[in-house]
T-cell receptor, first 111, second 113 residues
């Protein structure tokens, strides 16, 4: 089984809808991250969490919120989806200062 | 603010060729640097992690080097194969932000049979 899983893998939604992307990990890492990837812009950090009680904004947090339900679970919500949030979303985990491990990604399309 | 640049953006080579991918970063105060591989529409696979105190790391046909003073890292791929075709991303861990990564935009590599 994969160490970092994301659900759903693909999602098409309409403008204004609320949507949640979920991430689970079995690596036992404390640190979890959400990134989005856009052509020509690379990967950008949305939110990160160093433990269940420590959540921080990344470069592009506007329009997003997160919840760290447990050490192994970190979800990303779009409260009111807009078309420019169409992107590939990745969850990642790490220990302090060590390699980051990425999930397979969620392809989100907002119409 | 850390900026990471990868050159070239795309590279096409014949099978068997040795090649070098380049990564440069503006802030030399990095904690470590990580190289990833991404296949189309897929997630990122970690290839190599170089700690700031190291000069290079090797894994199979891959060798990554790090020169903090010049703000550069290279990924050397020996005896390239068509299966190496993918986008290669480098990412710098900034010391002041722990494990936060700043990514380059990647080099899209095509190895032709």
């Amino acid at each position: 089984d994969a160490d970092v899983t994301q659900t759903p893998r693909n999602r098409i939604t309409k403008t204004g809808k609320r949507i949640m992307l979920e991430c689970s990990q079995t690596k036992g890492h404390d640190r979890m991250y959400w990134y989005r990837q856009d052509p020509g812009l690379g990967l950008r950090l949305i939110y990160y969490s160093f433990d269940v009680k420590d959540i921080n904004k990344g470069e592009i947090s506007d329009g997003y919120s997160v919840s760290r339900q447990a050490q192994a679970k970190f979800s990303l919500s779009l409260e009111s989806a807009i078309p420019n949030q169409t992107a590939l979303y990745f969850c990642a985990t790490s220990d302090l200062g060590h390699e980051q491990y990425f999930g397979p990604g969620t392809r989100l399309t907002v119409t | 603010k850390q900026e990471v640049t990868q050159i070239p953006a795309a590279l096409s080579v014949p099978e068997g060729e040795n090649l070098v991918l380049n990564c440069s970063f503006t802030d030399s105060a990095i904690y470590n640097l990580q190289w990833f591989r991404q296949d189309p529409g897929k997630g990122l696979t970690s290839l190599l992690l170089i700690q700031s105190s190291q000069r290079e790391q090797t894994s199979g046909r891959l060798n990554a080097s790090l020169d903090k003073s010049s703000g550069r890292s290279t990924l050397y791929i020996a005896a390239s194969q068509p299966g190496d075709s993918a986008t290669y991303l480098c990412a710098a861990h900034r010391e002041t932000s722990g494990s936060r990564l700043t990514f380059g935009e990647g080099t899209q590599l095509t190895v032709n049979p």
